[in-house]
């Protein structure tokens, strides 16, 4: 059974630091990783995705095969990064989405 | 242009009450997903349609819990006999397609049963 594990579910740094989000994730096939963020009262949204192999935000993800993993990380954290951060795993011929149970990251001045 | 739109955004329920939670998904958006959300969890997956065809309802919890997209639009979650268990977020997305494209989120609906 497919399953995602974020082992944090809190996580504070100062501004300015790096800051990493850990994503761990079991599933026998071929896994399509994702990252979604929520903003204080706003929807949930995408932030990436592993396929695009993009930055946003100044966020990146590397999908790890070997490790199972697709950490979330960011060189310079901004108050505005401030957020929960949700690893999701796309599955089944619909793609619904399994997720983590979130990190609520506190960025501090 | 306006995105995924859910009512009620707030639902108390007594126990023993059946409740409708209503989406509104993005206009043309073939595929719709709704997900739970218990507190301090991650969104869990319910259901998905696509247009009017409910091809997966796994993740429903009981018989108690049924859903419908009649037309290809609209949605409504059904749940009858709601118990204090049943009190989450309830999640709608959309998507344009089916495949690998994003899911766009409604806002929720936050249902407690007292």
């Known amino acids: 059974a497919q399953r995602v594990t974020q082992p944090e579910k809190l996580l504070s740094v100062f501004k300015g630091a790096p800051v990493e989000l850990k994503c761990n994730y079991s599933y026998s096939g071929s896994p399509e990783l994702f990252w979604y963020v929520q903003y204080s009262r706003q929807r949930l949204q995408l932030l990436l995705r592993?396929?695009s192999r993009e930055s946003i935000k100044g966020f990146t993800a590397d999908l790890n095969k070997g490790e199972t993993s697709f950490h979330l990380k960011k060189p310079f954290a901004q108050e505005e990064d401030s957020a929960m951060y949700y690893c999701a795993l796309s599955r089944g011929s619909a793609r619904q989405l399994t997720f983590g149970s979130g990190t609520q990251l506190t960025v501090l001045p | 242009g306006a995105g995924v739109s859910q009512s009620p955004r707030y639902k108390v329920a007594k126990r023993g009450q059946d409740v409708a939670l209503r989406c509104d998904p993005i206009?043309?958006?073939?595929?719709l997903f709704w997900y739970q959300q218990a507190l301090g969890q991650g969104p869990e997956f319910l259901t998905y349609?696509?247009?009017?065809?409910?091809?997966?309802k796994s993740g429903l919890p009981s018989d108690r819990f049924f859903a419908e997209r009649p037309e290809g639009s609209v949605s409504t979650l059904k749940i009858q006999r709601t118990q204090q268990e049943d009190s989450a977020v309830y999640l709608c997305?959309?998507?344009?397609?089916?495949?690998?494209?994003?899911?766009?989120f409604g806002p929720g609906t936050r249902l407690t049963v007292t």
């Open positions: 592993h396929i």
């Open positions: 997305a959309s998507s344009p397609g089916t495949g690998m494209y994003e899911q766009y």
């Open positions: 349609f696509q247009n009017e065809a409910q091809l997966d």
């Open positions: 206009s043309g958006h073939v595929s």
